[in-house]
Structures are given as structure tokens and as C-alpha cells.
Nanobody
């Protein structure tokens, strides 16, 4: 199973980005029954959960991103997304997607998001 993130980059404070996580090598039931999560890790910090969506499409968010970030998933495409708005310098980090399912726990390689003027 492979997860590949895309959509990161450099953005000014107040800007927006949409991250995508494409999966391959997993069957539909493994993906659709799992929880998709987005995590981030800033230099010198531990990896932290940003947002997650269960198989029933229940979403939860870190307090620091509530109202600014939105997680979504497309089971048919076996993909997940993270829409990020009103980005701030403290959002700068490497963002990783994660699939936690009965078939295993999988991580992508990460995509860099830098918020700077």
C-alpha cells in the first residue's frame, strides 16, 4: 500500500492550500473501512494529528485548525484531502497522510507546507 501526498508549497499568511493524498495497492474495503488522517511535523516538534475522518465520515480536528481546515475523502478514488485556509506561519510543517485500517497502518512520505511572507 502506498500513500502519496501532493499540494504542498509556499504560501503567504492568510492564504490557502489543498493537500491531496492518493493511495494505491489497497482494495476498496480496506480503504473505505479505515480512518484517514492528516498529521504534521514541524522542525524540532513531535508529529501531531491535524484532522481525521472515519469510515462513517465523522471528522475531528486539532483545536489549532478548527474552522480553518477541512478534511474530506473520496472512497471511490481512494483519496483524501485537506483544504487549508487562513494559513499562518505556525502551520508550517511537513504534512503526512495516514490510513489506519484493518489491513494495516500506512503513511505517506509527506509534503512540505511553508507559510511565510
Amino acid at each position: 500500500v502506498q500513500l502519496v501526498e501532493s499540494g504542498g508549497g509556499l504560501v503567504q499568511p492568510g492564504g490557502s492550500l489543498k493537500l491531496s493524498c492518493a493511495t494505491s495497492g489497497t482494495i476498496f474495503s480496506v480503504f473505505s473501512s479505515g480512518t484517514m488522517g492528516w498529521y504534521r511535523q514541524a522542525p524540532g516538534s513531535q508529529r501531531e494529528l491535524v484532522a481525521a475522518m472515519t469510515s462513517r465520515a465523522t471528522a475531528n480536528y486539532a483545536d489549532s485548525v478548527k474552522g480553518r481546515f477541512t478534511i474530506s475523502r473520496d472512497n471511490k478514488k481512494r483519496a483524501a484531502y485537506l483544504q487549508m485556509s487562513n494559513l499562518q506561519p505556525e502551520d508550517t510543517a511537513v504534512y503526512y497522510c495516514n490510513l489506519d485500517s484493518y489491513g494495516g497502518n500506512y503513511w505517506g512520505q509527506g509534503t512540505q507546507v511553508t507559510v511565510s511572507s
